[in-house]
């Protein structure tokens, strides 16, 4: 059944018990094997608001994949920022504006009107939370730039909206 589906919705296990392979799938392992974007819906969630999408930008094969299976959902949105967060000592801030100013001419020239925006952060945890107090309804990712192990290790984007994220999410790898 796999093969069939356009989206998967999926929940998030925060109770942290080990989950039932024969009836549970992990989002993990789920946005990694499907081939299809997953929307990952936090039980805080009583419906979706459409208002304002987030995507969160990094110029990786993953979230180019998600902005364009995000397109339905973003053109459905009100209001649409495209934000890259940078690390204040690594990132040059205007490279990363030009890259956020190309994904919103290209949401733009599918009818979608699209804000870019590069907030600066301290580290990958700080960068975090830049995107958590941006106020979006929904987000849209790349998931898994970086290996799942480097994630499993000392954490990351992914599996913090996998886990801790209290708005939906569109994610492909």
Request: with cysteine; glycine share 6%; net charge neutral.
């Given at each position: 059944m796999r093969r069939a589906p356009d989206l998967v919705i999926t929940g998030v296990n925060r109770v942290g018990l080990q989950l039932d392979q024969l009836r549970?799938?992990?989002p993990s392992d789920l946005v990694m094997r499907v081939g299809r974007p997953i929307f990952v819906v936090p039980p805080e969630a009583e419906y979706l608001k459409l208002k304002c999408a987030l995507v969160a930008?990094?110029?990786t094969r993953e979230a180019r994949r998600a902005v364009y299976d995000?397109?339905?959902?973003?053109h459905k949105a009100k209001e649409v920022n495209v934000v890259e967060v940078i690390l204040h000592d690594g990132d040059d801030r205007e490279a990363a504006?030009?890259?956020v100013n190309d994904v919103t001419a290209w949401l733009r020239r599918h009818s979608i009107s699209a804000y870019?925006?590069?907030?600066?952060?301290s580290d990958e945890e700080d960068q975090i939370e830049q995107i958590r107090q941006y106020g979006a309804d929904f987000l849209v990712a790349g998931a898994y730039g970086h290996t799942r192990l480097r994630e499993w290790v000392l954490g990351g984007f992914t599996r913090s909206v996998l886990t801790h994220s209290r708005h939906c999410a569109?994610?492909?790898h």
């Amino acid at each position: 059944m796999r093969r069939a589906p356009d989206l998967v919705i999926t929940g998030v296990n925060r109770v942290g018990l080990q989950l039932d392979q024969l009836r549970q799938l992990d989002p993990s392992d789920l946005v990694m094997r499907v081939g299809r974007p997953i929307f990952v819906v936090p039980p805080e969630a009583e419906y979706l608001k459409l208002k304002c999408a987030l995507v969160a930008w990094k110029d990786t094969r993953e979230a180019r994949r998600a902005v364009y299976d995000a397109l339905p959902l973003l053109h459905k949105a009100k209001e649409v920022n495209v934000v890259e967060v940078i690390l204040h000592d690594g990132d040059d801030r205007e490279a990363a504006q030009g890259r956020v100013n190309d994904v919103t001419a290209w949401l733009r020239r599918h009818s979608i009107s699209a804000y870019g925006t590069v907030l600066c952060a301290s580290d990958e945890e700080d960068q975090i939370e830049q995107i958590r107090q941006y106020g979006a309804d929904f987000l849209v990712a790349g998931a898994y730039g970086h290996t799942r192990l480097r994630e499993w290790v000392l954490g990351g984007f992914t599996r913090s909206v996998l886990t801790h994220s209290r708005h939906c999410a569109l994610l492909t790898h």
